[in-house]
């Protein structure tokens, strides 16, 4: 089965700290999202991309968050500095244009900031 | 994935019943509507779609129901098992490009 692949699964970082997600995104799919969920806010859009240009990060504080695809294998999310408030799961998914079929979600990365 | 929300919604159904999943969405613009399932550790997982020209789409043991009158969606499991027990997120295109917009969850938690 074809499936989006987040590193790392976990990450527990110090308050200040960069931060790195990764995401590997379908082979095909050309629409790559990034989604923060969290107990109080559940799932929250922070960015997406069509075709490697950025299309909406409306959701995503401009100040310490960025989201790039360096290339169409490879989709990241930087936060730096850290904040302990950043501290969630943060979910990747690829699709096709359109969203027929939906999208295919990563399994997370689980951020801690202490 | 963590579960959604410290007020989470949780529908309790006996196995084999059938379960039956609200959600409200917000924008009438909306043309795209999907079902998710989240198990505990892991991400949002396809279940079902439907677009706002069609009230009904089935699946397998899943049924899709769409009244855009009253803005309101509904999932429908046939003969509930355990392996259903999940959170499960209704999510909308708001018809702007190809962002979902995600409901707050409803837990279903299946009795034996």
């Known amino acids: 089965d074809a499936r989006v692949t987040q590193t790392p699964r976990h990450k527990v970082t110090e308050m200040g700290q960069e931060v790195t997600m990764r995401c590997q995104p379908i082979l095909g799919h050309n629409t790559v999202f990034w989604y923060r969920q969290t107990m109080m806010q559940g799932l929250e859009l922070l960015a997406y991309?069509?075709?490697?240009?950025?299309?909406?990060d409306s959701g995503m504080p401009k100040d310490r968050f960025s989201a790039e695809m360096p290339d169409a294998t490879l989709a990241t999310l930087k936060i730096q500095p850290s904040e302990p408030r950043d501290s969630a799961v943060y979910f990747c998914?690829?699709?096709?244009?359109?969203?027929?079929?939906?999208?295919?979600f990563g399994s997370g990365t689980r951020l801690t900031v202490v | 994935g963590e579960s959604v929300g410290l007020h989470l919604p949780t529908l309790s159904v006996q196995e084999g019943d059938n379960s039956i999943i609200n959600c409200a969405y917000s924008?009438?613009?909306?043309?795209?509507f999907i079902w998710y399932k989240q198990e505990s550790g892991k991400g949002p997982q396809f279940i079902i779609d439907i677009r706002s020209n069609m009230d009904k789409r089935q699946g397998q043991r899943v049924t899709v129901l769409l009244n855009k009158t009253v803005k309101h969606l509904s999932l429908q499991i046939a003969a509930t098992q355990p392996g259903d027990s999940a959170v499960y997120f209704c999510?909308?295109?708001?018809?702007?490009?190809?962002?979902?917009?995600f409901g707050t969850g409803t837990r279903l938690q299946v009795t034996l």
């Open positions: 999510a909308e295109n708001p018809g702007t490009a190809s962002k979902l917009t």
């Open positions: 991309f069509r075709n490697r240009a950025p299309l909406d």
């Open positions: 924008n009438s613009a909306s043309d795209y």
């Open positions: 998914a690829s699709g096709s244009g359109g969203g027929l079929g939906g999208y295919t």
